[in-house]
């Protein structure tokens, strides 16, 4: 899993692994085809746009926005020929403001468009900006959506005698086992723990109640997983 930069974020909301996630609505004969691509990077976010301009060329607008980050420091719109500030904008304040649980917004990591193919009747721009927004509300309503945490790996040094009884004590107290390791005079058990400072301190003392004090961890990097709700 690829290591990520540091963030005051341990975690997030983002989409599920897998294909484009699409859904339609059709607004005074309007019709609005929102795509949603889980993007990493801001490449991959705009490659969205290229990609669905292909696709429906003969549409009149392809209307972007994109949060990246487990932070969300990275935030764009485009209205693309649409009154300025009644597509991008209201697309962007939809994913940033979505609530992922009571109170919670999180979500990231998402790159929307919305294609229209315009149906002959004008909307105004209060209309347009309240068809954009809803667009991208209905799509995250049916949207496959996972938890991003950032987890900080951390060695166990046993016997080899011991590695397989620990282990399995590990496991039932509900612990995230990472890659084992076998060295020539010891096991490296891996456990995956919350990157936080307490979540740590607790995983050591029970550590050490396991094996009389006789392991302890020793904290190497982070990894971001992703965890179904």
């Known amino acids: 899993m690829a290591e990520q930069e540091e963030s005051r974020a341990t975690a997030y909301t983002t989409l599920a692994l897998g294909d484009d996630f699409r859904h339609e609505l059709e607004i005074r004969r309007s019709r609005f085809i929102t795509v949603l691509r889980r993007a990493s990077d801001e490449d991959s976010a705009r490659a969205l746009v290229a990609e669905l301009r292909k696709e429906f060329h003969d549409a009149r607008h392809?209307?972007?926005?994109?949060?990246?980050?487990p932070d969300r420091a990275i935030q764009r719109s485009?209205?693309?020929?649409?009154?300025?500030?009644?597509?991008?904008?209201?697309?962007?304040?939809?994913?940033?403001?979505?609530?992922?649980?009571?109170?919670?917004?999180?979500?990231?990591?998402?790159?929307?468009?919305?294609?229209?193919?315009?149906?002959?009747?004008?909307?105004?721009?209060?209309?347009?900006?309240?068809?954009?927004?809803?667009?991208?509300?209905?799509?995250?309503?049916?949207?496959?959506?996972?938890?991003?945490?950032?987890?900080?790996?951390?060695?166990?040094?046993?016997?080899?005698?011991?590695?397989g009884r620990l282990e399995n004590d590990l496991r039932s107290a509900g612990y995230v086992m990472a890659e084992t390791s076998y060295e020539p005079t010891e096991t490296i058990l891996r456990v995956a723990l919350p990157d936080d400072a307490n979540a740590i301190a607790d995983a050591g003392e029970r550590l050490a109640a396991m094996t009389g004090g006789a392991s302890g961890l020793q904290l190497r990097g982070t990894e971001w997983v992703d965890v179904q709700a």
């Open 62 to 69: 392809h209307c972007s926005a994109f949060v990246l980050g």
């Open 78 to 163: 485009n209205d693309d020929g649409e009154p300025s500030g009644t597509a991008g904008i209201p697309m962007l304040e939809a994913l940033i403001k979505r609530e992922t649980l009571p109170g919670l917004t999180d979500l990231s990591d998402v790159s929307a468009v919305v294609v229209r193919y315009f149906g002959g009747i004008l909307l105004g721009a209060g209309g347009l900006v309240r068809a954009y927004s809803e667009s991208i509300s209905a799509a995250l309503d049916s949207a496959p959506l996972v938890q991003r945490r950032r987890l900080r790996i951390c060695d166990i040094p046993v016997p080899h005698h011991a590695a």
